[in-house]
Nanobody, 123 residues
C-alpha cells in the first residue's frame, strides 16, 4: 500500500513557474513507476510525465522542454518543475504510482493517486 499527497499548486501568470511535490508514504519507495497527470474541466485526464523505477523518463509532447520530473529517494518525494507555464496548462494535477511500468495513456489502470493540486495560469 502507498499513500500519495500532492502539493505546490497555485495561480501564476503565463511564463511563470511552479514546482509540484508528491510525498509518498508506504514501503519500497523507488520500486514504483510514478507519474504526473492532469485534468482540465470538461476534459479527460491526460499524462504529463512519468519516471520509472529504472530512471527512464517520458513527457507529453505538450510539456517537453518546459516541465521536468524528478524524485528524491531519500525524501520519498516526486517533483514536477513547471516552467514557461501557459494558460492551457491550467488543470488539476495528480501524482500517481503503481508497481508496473505504465505509459502516459494508462491513467485508468493505476491504483494509487494523490488528492490533486490545482494549477491556474492566467494570460
Amino acid at each position: 500500500q502507498v499513500q500519495l499527497v500532492d502539493s505546490g499548486g497555485g495561480s501564476v501568470q503565463a511564463g511563470g513557474s511552479l514546482r509540484l511535490s508528491c510525498a509518498v508514504f508506504g514501503d519500497a519507495y523507488g520500486s514504483y513507476c510514478m507519474g504526473w497527470f492532469r485534468q482540465a474541466p470538461g476534459k479527460e485526464r491526460e499524462g504529463v510525465a512519468i519516471i520509472d523505477s529504472d530512471g527512464s523518463i517520458s513527457y507529453a509532447d505538450s510539456v517537453k522542454g518546459r516541465f521536468t520530473i524528478s524524485q528524491d529517494n531519500r525524501k520519498s518525494t516526486l517533483y514536477l518543475q513547471m516552467n514557461s507555464l501557459k494558460p492551457e496548462d491550467t488543470a488539476m494535477y495528480y501524482c500517481a504510482a503503481d508497481h508496473f511500468s505504465f505509459s502516459l495513456s494508462e491513467a485508468a489502470a493505476l491504483r494509487y493517486w494523490g488528492q490533486g493540486t490545482q494549477v491556474t495560469v492566467s494570460s
